[in-house]
């Protein structure tokens, strides 16, 4: 049986990919949680990212409780609701906050506001969570 030899990956006369720019250690670049596009949950790019807050309200708010082992006890239970009346933007709002309660308890978020906004005449309304990344200091917001 003969030796198989492995190249190692990088730069060298067996690969393929000469990396575009390098980095120094005295200088390393941040890493920044993918940048996903909330309504379809494609990656808008992979060269630039999304601040970690931002993307745990975003996975909270996409990820539904219960659904599997490694999620028993985070994301939410939007799913239960049968109904969106006059009482649901009440029960969203108890429900963002139980969703989120780490991060504001841990100082990384606000929740500002949870709002029933229509999306065209006709369609219906969607549920808005209003926050603000207490870290950047800069609001965002995400449908239910």
Do not use: C, W
């Not at 745990?56 to 239970?77: C, E, F, H, K, P």
């Amino acid at each position: 049986m003969t030796d198989v030899i492995i190249p190692p990956a990088g730069v060298s006369p067996l690969g393929f990919f000469a990396p575009v720019e390098f980095v120094g250690p005295e200088r390393p670049p941040a890493i920044l949680a993918d940048l996903i596009d909330p309504k379809t949950g494609d990656y808008r790019s992979i060269l630039r990212g999304m601040h970690p807050v931002d993307s745990q309200v975003l996975t909270r708010v996409r990820t539904r409780r219960g659904t599997g082992a490694s999620v028993r006890d985070i994301g939410n239970l939007f799913g239960t609701f049968e109904l969106v009346d006059e009482h649901a933007p009440q029960q969203a709002k108890f429900e963002a906050q139980r969703m989120l309660d780490d991060l504001v308890v841990r100082g990384d978020i606000s929740i500002d506001d949870v709002r029933a906004d229509e999306l065209t005449p006709g369609d219906g309304v969607a549920l808005i969570l209003f926050f603000t990344n207490l870290r950047t200091k800069k609001p965002g917001k995400v449908a239910l």
